[in-house]
Nanobody
């Protein structure tokens, strides 16, 4: 059974940092792309970042480039999202997702078949 469990969310002031973790189990980690998505109230889910576990290539939405860093520890089947210089507009529920995809699908939510339960990130001004 595929499981994705996010952790690390919380409340932080603008300019602060958080590190989210996504612990994966039930599939061959190296074959999958692991993406981070977020959804704010009243808004559509948007792709934030993705890492290809097979070759380590990374992808970012323009809104987080230079502030967020995605990484993976394949030995621990865990993907991290380091979020720095947080802004109030980063407030959302953050989800990790996994699937075997093509690179042009990495920041698109619909192709992903496996999702975690989400973790709340709140950035106060």
């Amino acid at each position: 059974e595929v499981q994705l469990v996010e952790s690390g969310g919380g409340l932080v002031q603008a300019g602060g940092s958080l590190r989210l973790s996504c612990a994966a189990s039930g599939f061959t980690f190296d074959d999958y792309a692991i993406g981070w998505f977020r959804q704010a109230p009243g808004k559509e889910r948007e792709g934030v970042s993705c890492i290809s576990s097979s070759d380590g290539s990374t992808y970012y939405a323009d809104s987080v480039k230079g502030r967020f860093t995605i990484s993976s520890d394949n030995a621990k089947n865990t993907v991290y999202l380091q979020m720095n210089s947080l802004k109030p507009e980063d407030t959302a529920v953050y989800y990790c997702a996994a699937d075997t995809l093509q690179p042009w699908e990495y920041l698109v939510s619909r192709p992903y078949g496996y999702w975690g339960q989400g973790t709340q990130v709140t950035v106060s001004s």
